[in-house]
Protein backbone atom coordinates (compact mmCIF):
# COMPACT_ATOMS: atom_id res chain seq x y z
CA UNK A 1 0.00 0.00 0.00
CA UNK A 2 1.42 3.87 -0.54
CA UNK A 3 -0.47 6.86 -0.76
CA UNK A 4 0.55 9.98 -2.81
CA UNK A 5 -0.58 13.18 -2.16
CA UNK A 6 -0.64 16.22 -4.31
CA UNK A 7 0.79 19.71 -2.75
CA UNK A 8 -1.75 22.40 -5.15
CA UNK A 9 -5.53 22.09 -3.80
CA UNK A 10 -4.30 19.29 -1.18
CA UNK A 11 -1.58 20.56 1.26
CA UNK A 12 -0.76 24.33 -0.06
CA UNK A 13 -3.55 26.59 -1.66
CA UNK A 14 -2.33 27.40 -4.62
CA UNK A 15 -5.13 29.41 -5.74
CA UNK A 16 -5.48 31.75 -2.41
CA UNK A 17 -1.71 32.54 -3.28
CA UNK A 18 -2.41 33.69 -6.89
CA UNK A 19 -5.93 35.68 -6.33
CA UNK A 20 -3.93 37.76 -4.26
CA UNK A 21 -1.31 38.66 -6.25
CA UNK A 22 -3.79 38.68 -9.32
CA UNK A 23 -6.89 39.20 -8.07
CA UNK A 24 -8.00 36.83 -10.43
CA UNK A 25 -8.66 32.72 -9.86
CA UNK A 26 -6.20 30.55 -11.82
CA UNK A 27 -8.95 28.95 -14.24
CA UNK A 28 -10.23 32.27 -14.79
CA UNK A 29 -6.77 33.46 -16.00
CA UNK A 30 -5.75 30.49 -18.08
CA UNK A 31 -9.09 31.17 -20.27
CA UNK A 32 -6.33 34.30 -21.45
CA UNK A 33 -3.01 32.69 -22.50
CA UNK A 34 -1.44 36.47 -22.48
CA UNK A 35 -2.29 37.15 -19.28
CA UNK A 36 -1.80 33.67 -17.54
CA UNK A 37 1.46 33.33 -19.32
CA UNK A 38 2.62 36.42 -17.73
CA UNK A 39 1.37 35.78 -14.53
CA UNK A 40 2.67 32.21 -14.15
CA UNK A 41 6.16 33.68 -15.20
CA UNK A 42 5.86 36.48 -12.12
CA UNK A 43 4.70 33.88 -9.85
CA UNK A 44 7.38 31.59 -10.20
CA UNK A 45 10.26 34.52 -10.70
CA UNK A 46 8.61 35.67 -7.14
CA UNK A 47 9.35 32.23 -5.21
CA UNK A 48 5.74 31.88 -4.79
CA UNK A 49 5.21 28.14 -4.61
CA UNK A 50 7.84 28.72 -1.17
CA UNK A 51 5.16 31.03 0.32
CA UNK A 52 1.82 29.06 0.01
CA UNK A 53 -0.60 28.58 2.56
CA UNK A 54 -1.82 25.55 4.64
CA UNK A 55 -4.66 24.16 1.98
CA UNK A 56 -7.91 24.01 4.76
CA UNK A 57 -7.35 20.63 5.70
CA UNK A 58 -4.14 19.92 4.45
CA UNK A 59 -2.30 20.08 8.44
CA UNK A 60 -5.35 17.17 8.97
CA UNK A 61 -4.73 15.18 6.32
CA UNK A 62 -1.09 15.07 7.43
CA UNK A 63 -1.94 14.16 10.70
CA UNK A 64 -4.27 11.61 10.35
CA UNK A 65 -2.06 9.45 7.68
CA UNK A 66 1.19 10.44 10.60
CA UNK A 67 -0.81 9.13 14.05
CA UNK A 68 -3.51 6.39 12.54
CA UNK A 69 -1.12 4.67 9.97
CA UNK A 70 2.14 4.91 10.06
CA UNK A 71 3.20 1.82 8.48
CA UNK A 72 2.05 3.35 5.40
CA UNK A 73 4.56 4.43 2.83
CA UNK A 74 3.51 8.22 1.54
CA UNK A 75 4.70 10.30 -1.07
CA UNK A 76 4.52 13.61 -2.75
CA UNK A 77 3.21 13.71 -6.07
CA UNK A 78 2.54 17.26 -7.47
CA UNK A 79 3.09 18.81 -10.88
CA UNK A 80 5.63 21.83 -11.64
CA UNK A 81 2.97 23.12 -14.20
CA UNK A 82 5.34 22.14 -17.69
CA UNK A 83 8.97 21.62 -18.26
CA UNK A 84 9.83 25.48 -18.67
CA UNK A 85 9.97 25.93 -15.13
CA UNK A 86 10.37 22.22 -14.01
CA UNK A 87 13.28 23.05 -12.19
CA UNK A 88 12.46 26.47 -10.54
CA UNK A 89 9.00 25.23 -9.35
CA UNK A 90 10.73 21.86 -8.38
CA UNK A 91 12.96 23.46 -6.03
CA UNK A 92 10.46 25.73 -4.56
CA UNK A 93 7.74 23.41 -4.01
CA UNK A 94 10.98 20.70 -2.13
CA UNK A 95 11.73 24.22 0.00
CA UNK A 96 7.68 24.29 0.68
CA UNK A 97 7.63 20.99 2.11
CA UNK A 98 10.79 21.77 4.04
CA UNK A 99 9.21 24.86 6.00
CA UNK A 100 6.61 22.89 6.89
CA UNK A 101 8.60 19.81 8.16
CA UNK A 102 7.35 16.96 5.62
CA UNK A 103 9.84 14.69 5.31
CA UNK A 104 8.05 12.84 2.66
CA UNK A 105 9.92 11.33 -0.49
CA UNK A 106 8.54 14.41 -3.56
CA UNK A 107 7.96 13.22 -6.49
CA UNK A 108 8.02 16.74 -9.24
CA UNK A 109 6.51 15.64 -12.19
CA UNK A 110 7.01 18.13 -15.13
CA UNK A 111 2.90 17.96 -16.39
CA UNK A 112 0.25 16.70 -14.18
CA UNK A 113 -0.69 13.75 -17.25
CA UNK A 114 2.59 12.27 -15.34
CA UNK A 115 0.71 11.56 -12.76
CA UNK A 116 -0.75 8.25 -13.96
CA UNK A 117 2.90 6.73 -14.28
CA UNK A 118 2.85 6.55 -10.60
CA UNK A 119 -0.33 4.19 -10.46
CA UNK A 120 -0.40 0.70 -9.82
CA UNK A 121 -2.51 -1.76 -7.69
CA UNK A 122 -3.01 -0.62 -3.73
CA UNK A 123 -1.53 2.67 -5.15
CA UNK A 124 -3.70 6.12 -3.60
CA UNK A 125 -3.50 9.29 -4.97
CA UNK A 126 -5.15 12.12 -3.35
CA UNK A 127 -5.76 14.85 -5.59
CA UNK A 128 -8.12 17.91 -6.42
CA UNK A 129 -8.07 17.50 -10.36
CA UNK A 130 -10.97 15.53 -11.68
CA UNK A 131 -9.04 14.11 -15.01
CA UNK A 132 -5.57 13.40 -12.86
CA UNK A 133 -7.90 11.17 -10.97
CA UNK A 134 -9.64 9.85 -14.12
CA UNK A 135 -5.85 8.87 -15.42
CA UNK A 136 -5.10 7.60 -12.34
CA UNK A 137 -7.36 4.80 -11.79
CA UNK A 138 -7.54 3.94 -15.66
CA UNK A 139 -3.78 3.57 -15.13
CA UNK A 140 -5.02 1.07 -12.34
CA UNK A 141 -4.90 2.75 -9.26
CA UNK A 142 -7.04 4.14 -6.80
CA UNK A 143 -7.86 7.85 -7.03
CA UNK A 144 -9.48 9.73 -4.46
CA UNK A 145 -11.00 13.32 -5.72
CA UNK A 146 -10.22 16.06 -2.75
CA UNK A 147 -12.03 18.80 -1.61
CA UNK A 148 -13.46 18.62 1.68
CA UNK A 149 -10.98 16.55 4.13
CA UNK A 150 -13.70 14.87 6.19
CA UNK A 151 -14.40 13.07 3.46
CA UNK A 152 -11.13 12.22 2.33
CA UNK A 153 -10.38 10.76 5.61
CA UNK A 154 -13.47 8.79 5.52
CA UNK A 155 -13.05 6.97 1.99
CA UNK A 156 -8.92 6.52 3.43
CA UNK A 157 -10.76 4.83 6.90
CA UNK A 158 -12.49 2.53 4.58
CA UNK A 159 -9.51 1.76 1.76
CA UNK A 160 -7.13 1.17 5.10
CA UNK A 161 -9.48 -1.00 6.49
Known sequence: ??????????LCDFNKKYKELYS????????????????????IKGNNFEK???YPGGEQLLLFLRKQHPEIDVEILSSSGGPRFHDEVTKQ????LKMHNIAY?????????????????????????????????????????????????????VLLA
Open 105 to 157: KPNIVPGRKEKSKYAGKSIILIDDTPDVIEAFDAAGGIGILHKDVGKTIELLK
Open 93 to 96: KKVW
Open 52 to 54: LDW
Open 1 to 10: MKIYLDMDGV
Open 24 to 43: VMPNQASRDNKMWSGNWHDF
